[in-house]
C-alpha cells in the first residue's frame, strides 16, 4: 500500500518527459557514404591489420604489397576517427591471434589461413559489392575482390 | 576465421517444454513491475544487422532469438509482419548474441528469456513505451577484461558458485547462465546512432539523465546454456566470456508494448506471458 502510494504520489508531483518528437534515421552524409559503407571501411580495416601480420610470416610479395595499399584506400575513405571494433573477434577472413601464432610455427597452417583468409574475405567482398552504392567506397570493394581473385589464382 | 564446424548455418530449433511460468499466491499481485517473453534459437548466421547492416556474411556468428526472418538486411518494414518463436507470439522482435562455443563445438541456449522491467529508475509511472523500431546494444564487444565489461556469467540452481565477468565453472547438473542488463534512458529522438550506443544510456543515481530524458522499461536478457565443468574450450564468437553482448531490435505491435507497460510497469505489476497480472 505504502508503495502504491508513494507511486502516486510521485506520478501526480513529477511531470513525465514530454512526447518525443519524430525519431530521425539512420545518418547518410550527402555524398552517399552510410551505415553500410562506413561497417565495411571499418571492418575492411580490421581484417586488413590482421592479414599484414599473417601474409608477413609467407614470401608472397603480391600479397604484402596488396594489403598495404588496401589499407591506405580504405582509410581515406573514413569519415570518423578509425575505432576497431571487431578485435578479438572470430570474423570472416580474419585472421585471430592464436591462428597467426601457429602459423608463425606451421607452414600447413600457415597456408591454410591465407587461404582462409582470402576465400572467407572473398565471400565479404561479394556481399559488399551488392550492398554498397557510394562509389568510392565501390571501387576500393572491387579493387580489393580483383586483388583476392588474382591471389587466390597465384596459389 | 571459420572453423570446419562453423558450416553449420541452419539450426536446430530447441525443445520450448521449458518455459517456467511464475506462480503467484492467488489473489495477490506480485508489487514487481515486470514482464517476459521466452524465445528460444530461431537461427544461426554471421549476419548482425545493425553493426554490420546490409553485409550478408561480414559478421561473427550470432544466434538469433524471435523473429525468423532476421538477416543481415533486416529493416523495421522487412521484420514487421513475419513471424517468431517467442511466447507471447506476438512478439516478433529480433534478439541475438555472439555464439557460445565449447571446443569449437557451437552450443545454443536452451532456456532463453527476456525480462522487461520498471526498476533502475526512482518513478515506474513515468516510463514510456519502447519505440517502435529502436535498436539497442548492450555489453561491450570489445572488452579486454573485467574493467571494461558488464557481463555476467553465474550457474543455475547453483547460487554457491560466485558471479564472475567471465565464465564460471558450474557443478554437474547446473547450467551456465548470463545475464546482461540494456540500457533504458533514451534520448528521445533516435532509433539508432552510428555508434549504436549513444543514442540510449544507463541511468544515473536511478534516474534517467538530462541527455537521455525518456526513461523506457530495462531489457535483460537471461540466458541458460547447457554447459557445465571446466570453462576450458568455452569461448564466445567475440572473444571471452567478458565480451559478452547482446543486440535488440523492437517490433512488438505498438498496442501490445503499451498495454504491457501501462498494465504492468507504470503500476508496478508482475504480468505473464500474456501480459496479464499473474
Known sequence: MTAL?????????????????????????????????????????????????????????????????????LRKLL??????????????????????ALAATSEEARDQFVRAHLTESLEVLRSAKQAITHPPTAAVVELMERHRTEELAAG | MRKPLFHLVT??????????????????????????????????????????????GASHSHDFFGNHS?????????????????????DISSYWVPTLYKDNNPIAPTIVTFYYLGEGVNNPAAIQPLPYGLKIVAGNAKATGDADSIARWSCLHAGQVNPSKNFVQCPAGTMLETYLDFPQCWNGRDLDSADHKSHMAYPVANACPSSHPVAVP????????????????????????????????????????????????????????????V
Open chain 1, 5 to 73: 502510494l508513494l507511486v502516486g504520489l510521485l506520478a501526480a508531483c513529477q511531470q513525465g518527459p514530454p512526447p518525443p518528437p519524430p525519431p530521425s534515421p539512420a545518418t547518410t552524409s550527402q555524398t552517399g557514404y552510410g551505415p553500410t559503407e562506413r561497417a565495411f571501411v571499418e571492418l575492411a580495416i580490421s581484417t586488413g591489420e590482421q592479414a599484414v601480420k599473417l601474409v608477413g610470416l609467407t614470401g608472397r610479395d603480391d600479397l604484402k604489397r596488396n594489403r598495404a595499399t588496401e589499407l591506405t584506400e
Open chain 1, 79 to 100: 569519415d570518423a576517427p578509425y575505432a576497431d571494433n571487431h578485435a578479438g573477434h572470430d570474423m570472416p577472413g580474419m585472421p585471430t591471434d592464436a591462428e597467426i
Open chain 2, 11 to 56: 539450426i536446430l530449433a530447441l525443445a520450448a517444454g521449458m518455459l517456467s511460468i511464475p506462480v503467484a499466491a492467488q489473489g495477490q499481485p506480485v508489487r514487481v513491475a515486470e514482464f517476459l517473453a521466452e524465445c528460444p534459437i530461431s537461427h544461426r548466421l554471421p549476419d548482425d544487422p545493425i553493426v554490420l547492416p546490409n553485409l550478408p
Open chain 2, 70 to 90: 532476421t538477416d543481415a538486411r533486416s529493416t523495421q518494414q522487412s521484420l514487421e509482419g513475419q513471424r517468431g518463436n517467442c511466447n507471447p507470439n506476438a
Open chain 2, 218 to 277: 530495462k531489457l535483460r536478457m537471461v540466458l541458460r546454456y547447457p554447459v557445465n565443468g571446466s570453462t576450458s574450450g568455452l569461448r564466445l564468437a567475440s572473444g571471452s566470456g567478458q565480451t559478452m553482448h547482446g543486440d535488440f531490435f523492437n517490433v512488438w505491435p505498438r498496442s501490445e508494448m503499451e498495454r504491457r507497460v501501462r498494465n504492468c510497469i507504470n503500476v508496478v505489476i508482475k504480468c505473464d506471458h500474456a501480459g496479464n497480472q
